[in-house]
């Protein structure tokens, strides 16, 4: 079985500042790792994955993640974040089936 | 760009009503699922579905619920008779045929809000 902890229930940052969302996970199995986004009043957008490879991976809006395996942790960063990176953020695990296991999720805000 | 809707936004219900919860996948995909987060809560697995039956489902996924394609676009989700617990937020998700099988991405509708009085 796998299970996904994220300690920090929201997170407030102001404008340009960096930022991490700290995402731990356990599993008996090797895992697919997956930060998703969502904006008020809507779904869930996948925001970058790691499947295999190397361990850092990049979104399109200047997100990155790192995967580390002896720390079983996948956080998130920005070294400097807008207003509009505004939302809740899910990290997710995916083991030997389909099922995603997420996170509960962390809130940030970006204050100008 | 294609995406997965859902209705009704929100609907609130009656202890014991009988609630149908509607989603419609990305047209050329394959797999869908449903996904609940009640409030302050983990999004949580509740089941999935494939080539029109369960492929895996949830110990949350009793008898209550049910799941149903009942034609080629729309994916339902039933409550047969709610309960107080079963507020939450409904996620439906989609994602495409393919291999690895593994690894397909989901796309997520944004959600229908339940709430049970």
């Known amino acids: 079985a796998q299970s996904v902890t994220q300690l920090d229930s929201q997170v407030p940052v102001f404008e340009e500042a960096p930022v991490e969302l700290r995402c731990n996970y356990s599993s008996s199995v090797s895992v697919y790792l997956f930060w998703y986004v969502q904006y008020p009043n809507q779904g869930l957008q996948l925001l970058l994955k790691y499947l295999s490879g190397s361990t850092l991976v990049e979104s399109i809006n200047g997100f990155e993640a790192e995967f580390n395996k002896s720390q079983t942790s996948f956080h998130l960063r920005k070294p400097s974040v807008h207003i509009s990176d505004t939302a809740e953020y899910f990290c997710a695990v995916k083991g030997d089936t389909d099922k995603l296991i997420f996170g509960t999720g962390t809130r940030l805000q970006v204050f100008p | 760009e294609p995406e997965v809707t859902q209705t009704p936004s929100h609907q609130v219900t009656q202890m014991g009503q009988e609630v149908i919860l509607r989603c419609v996948p990305i047209?050329?995909?394959?797999?869908f699922y449903w996904y609940r987060q009640i409030l302050g809560q983990k999004v949580e697995f509740l089941v999935s579905?494939?080539?029109?039956?369960?492929?895996?489902k949830s110990e949350i996924f009793d008898d209550q619920f049910s799941v149903e394609r009942p034609d080629g676009s729309n994916f339902t989700l039933k409550i047969r008779s709610t309960k107080l617990e079963d507020s939450a937020m409904y996620f439906c998700a989609s994602s495409p045929s393919g291999t690895p099988r593994t690894y397909n991405e989901q796309f997520f509708g944004p959600g229908t809000r339940l709430t049970v009085l």
């Open positions: 047209s050329n995909h394959l797999y």
């Open positions: 579905f494939y080539n029109n039956e369960i492929s895996e």
